[in-house]
């Protein structure tokens, strides 16, 4: 197993309502229209990500999951990688529900996006100071 743990930051205007989609992001929140953001401030894009954890995600249908934690709750998001993911983004991270794949996208085929998160975590995500820790990782399901 490959995993890559950094942090991100929580913003009062985080709305995790997004059906299909998760963001993480470097910058912050510029539009209500960005509901699948759940974290900003991020320490890395996809591109940022160590090289053995995208080569071992370039593997069709091998598990990948997104773990967020923050003051003592956790919400894990399981996929899978596949052969055309890039991660060649330097601002953003996108776990996706469908099978699209860009610079941006993380994983695919995701058992979760933004809306479907623990709401008691999202209210969390709201709080100004909050410090989100960001896993990923490749090989094992979580």
Do not use: Q, W
């Not at 940022?48 to 956790?74: H, Y």
């Not at 008691?120 to 909050?130: A, D, M």
């Amino acid at each position: 197993m490959v995993r890559c743990s950094f942090l991100a930051r929580g913003d009062p205007r985080i709305t995790a309502e997004h059906r299909t989609t998760i963001e993480i992001t470097k910058e912050g929140i510029r539009s209500d229209a960005g509901d699948c953001i759940v974290a900003t401030g991020a320490e890395l894009g996809t591109a940022g990500l160590p090289e053995a954890l995208k080569n071992a995600a370039r593997v069709k249908g091998v598990p990948m999951a997104l773990i967020l934690e923050a003051e003592g709750l956790r919400e894990v998001v399981s996929g899978m990688g596949d052969p055309s993911l890039t991660f060649s983004d330097e601002e953003e991270m996108v776990v996706r529900k469908s099978g699209y794949t860009c610079g941006r996208t993380l994983m695919i085929k995701s058992d979760k996006a933004a809306k479907d998160l623990d709401r008691r975590f999202v209210k969390l995500l709201r709080r100004k100071g909050c410090t989100v820790k960001v896993t990923v990782t490749v090989g094992e399901k979580a």
